[in-house]
């Protein structure tokens, strides 16, 4: 029998009611969910979970980075890892994100966020993971 480490992803939204939604269905599903506000707190936790598999982002975010330019920063600095971007004030067409990014418009039902980031972590989670 393999063991696998558990999913990561880290979710990145300055609204703390939304990324608290967000980050709370993903752990109902049986995923570890890190959370940020801005974007420089983003790379921080980044660089201290390598587990962390997916990057959840919304688009506009106070500091000198926004989403859009986290995204492509995380896609440089860890090309292994999936982003999704998000916004409810503009839209992102893929091809604007790296490699590997998905736009999600808001408002976004939660379990349309949890069934791409199942999809982009490699399949559905158990539901009886705890």
Not at 34 to 48: C, K, P, Q, R
Not at 67 to 84: F, M, T
Not at 109 to 123: A, C, M, S
Request: cysteine-free; charged content about 25%; hydrophobic content about 45%.
């Amino acid at each position: 029998m393999s063991f696998t480490l558990p999913k990561e992803v880290l979710v990145v939204e300055d609204e703390p009611f939304v990324r608290m939604v967000a980050a709370d269905a993903l752990t109902e599903r049986g995923i570890m969910a890190w959370e940020a506000g801005d974007a420089g707190e983003a790379l921080h936790v980044l660089a201290e979970h390598p587990n962390i598999g997916l990057v959840f982002t919304d688009v506009n975010m106070p500091g000198e980075m926004d989403g859009l330019g986290l995204a492509h920063e995380v896609n440089r600095l860890r090309p292994d890892v999936s982003l999704i971007v998000t916004s409810g004030a503009v839209s992102v067409a893929d091809e604007e994100l790296p490699d590997s990014g998905t736009f999600l418009s808001k408002p976004y039902p939660t379990r349309k966020l949890v069934q791409i980031v199942e999809e982009k972590l490699d399949g559905p989670f158990d539901d009886t993971v705890g």
